[in-house]
């Protein structure tokens, strides 16, 4: 009936609403860590360490950073280009 499909389509569209939620705070975390790793690296490489420009590239290194800044206060996160907030 369309009253049966009407409520099966706002439970689909409610679900599908959630599931997208948190890849998209994967997606940002992924990119605010990213960002970090490069400065971070960078940073690095300009005190003379060798290998300092692989880091960026390290998943677990970016992994690490995302968690670390996600579990930050906001006084004490370093201003980004990428805005955790939106």
Wanted: net charge positive; charged share 20%; hydrophobic share 45%.
């Amino acid at each position: 009936s369309r009253r049966l499909a009407g409520v099966l389509r706002a439970i689909m569209d409610k679900l599908v609403s959630y599931l997208k939620r948190p890849l998209q705070v994967m997606a940002r975390a992924w990119a605010v860590g990213y960002e970090m790793a490069r400065i971070i690296s960078s940073v690095a490489s300009s005190w003379g360490h060798p290998r300092a420009l692989e880091w960026a590239r390290s998943s677990e290194f970016v992994t690490y950073l995302a968690i670390t800044y996600m579990n930050t206060p906001s006084y004490y996160r370093p201003r980004l280009s990428i805005s955790w907030a939106t």
